[in-house]
Structure formats: structure tokens, C-alpha cells
């Protein structure tokens, strides 16, 4: 069989594989601090008889462009974006760390911090339980700070820091729970150098026209390859007929 089949069969995996990944970043368009995917391949010599010009292409894997969304005012004390780079911490399924930038918090029946998914938040040193308290706030380093309710004081008390992280990007990896982690599988130390903006989320950093135009294109591509498997069924048939006439 004519290796055509086999290259055009590659760009339709490859072009359905990158439809998958531009989908699901639209329907990540309005989600606070996600990360926009895409899909990166190489071109691969096709190994048999034949003309060894002829490549296939080969889907390598995901990745994830780092760029920041628009920092959204909401006035919300427990709303928090990343100020320029880096992440906060969170605690994956494992009781791992891991990490994020989306800052919509809130805090559990315990009183535990945690993302609008459930996360727990993880502090400088361990959860960061929230008392019953009257005022609450978050400084720009990740500071904690309440003003318990029944003591008769003004002053806030901290109690806890949230860990800020700024690996490498090239040494994370997102994970399928939409979480980051470093790639080597250890935890990054915190950095004092990473600040948040209370009373702002951050956006996707989606754009939506982009990821239509990638669609089309991608559509385009996946037809083109797809009449060249037909092409190569037709060429096929063809050859056989020809050798039944002998």
C-alpha cells in the first residue's frame, strides 16, 4: 500500500488531536487563571520502501503558552491575582503540591482555605485555617490577617502566609486535573519575590478569535488529508484492477 495513506492518516490524528486541545480551550474562555494548550509535533521519516523523502507527522505531546490574563477588579477581599509571574499553592489529590492562578478563595466548614474547585490552600507552614472573626485580609506577600470576633482589639492577627511559588517554566507541566507541577515530580520552594493584588481575578488567557481561526484552519487541514486517504483507497483499487487484467 502506498505510504500516502500512512502520511495522510498522521495529519488527520495530529488535526483531531488539535481540535481537541482548541476546544477545550474555548470552553475554558471565561475560567479564572487557566492557561491556554496547544498541540506540538515533529515531522518523522516514514520507515519502509519507497521514496525516503516521504515524512509523517508526529503529535509529541501538549503544552501550555505561559502569557497572563487581564487582572479583573471584584473588590472581594478573598479575591487574589498573581502579580506578574509566579503561582500559590495548592494541595492536589496526592496531598501534593501543586500550582495555580486561580484566586477565587473561600474557606471550608473547618475553616480552611480553599479554591472555588476545593483546594486546599497551602501556607508557608501547612492549611490555613480561618477563625470566626470580623474583618479579614490578605496582604500582598500572602499574609493572612483577621480580626477575631469576641476580642475587644483593632489590630489584625496574622495567621499565615500563603505559599508563593516561580518555578521555571519550562520545568511544569499541567496535569490533566488542570494543575501544575513541576516535571522532575519535586516541590518548588517558596519565593519572596512573587506577590498577589487583593480584590482582583485574573483571566484565561484565551482569545477567542485566535482559537476559532485555529479551528477553521485545522478543519481545512483534516479535509485536505482526509481526500488524500481517499485518493490513496482509489490509487489502490486502481493498481488491483489493473493486476486482475493480466
Not at 505531546?61 to 503561582?87: K, V
Not at 481561526?213 to 478543519?219: E, G, H, K, P, T
Amino acid at each position: 500500500m502506498d505510504k500516502s495513506l500512512y502520511i495522510a492518516f498522521s495529519g488527520v490524528t495530529r488535526a483531531m488531536k488539535a481540535q481537541q486541545v482548541h476546544a477545550n480551550n474555548l470552553a475554558n474562555l471565561n475560567s479564572r487563571g487557566f492557561r491556554k494548550d496547544f498541540v506540538h509535533s515533529i515531522a518523522a521519516p516514514l520507515q519502509g520502501d519507497g521514496h525516503h523523502s516521504r515524512v509523517m507527522t508526529v503529535a509529541t505531546g501538549t503544552s501550555s503558552a505561559m502569557g497572563s490574563g487581564t487582572a479583573i477588579h471584584t473588590g472581594r477581599n478573598l479575591d487574589l491575582a498573581i502579580a506578574d509571574e509566579g503561582w500559590m499553592v495548592v494541595q492536589d489529590d496526592d496531598g501534593k503540591d501543586a500550582y495555580t492562578r486561580a484566586g477565587h478563595l473561600s474557606f471550608d466548614e473547618k475553616g480552611k482555605l480553599i479554591t472555588s474547585s476545593g483546594r486546599l490552600i497551602v501556607g508557608n507552614g501547612g492549611d490555613i485555617t480561618i477563625p470566626a472573626h470580623r474583618h479579614l485580609e490578605i496582604g500582598g506577600d500572602g499574609m493572612v490577617s483577621v480580626i477575631p470576633t469576641g476580642i475587644g482589639r483593632s489590630t489584625p492577627v496574622v495567621i499565615g502566609q500563603i505559599k508563593l511559588v516561580n518555578p521555571d517554566p519550562k520545568e511544569i507541566i499541567k496535569g490533566e486535573d488542570g494543575l501544575f507541577r513541576r516535571i522532575d515530580g519535586t516541590e518548588e520552594d517558596k519565593d519572596a519575590s512573587v506577590t498577589v493584588k487583593t480584590g482582583y481575578l485574573e483571566s484565561s488567557n484565551v482569545n477567542a478569535v485566535e482559537e476559532m481561526i485555529q479551528f477553521m484552519n485545522l478543519s481545512r487541514q483534516f479535509e485536505l488529508q482526509f481526500k488524500v486517504m481517499k485518493a490513496a483507497e482509489t490509487l489502490a483499487a486502481s493498481g488491483d484492477q489493473l493486476l486482475r487484467m493480466e
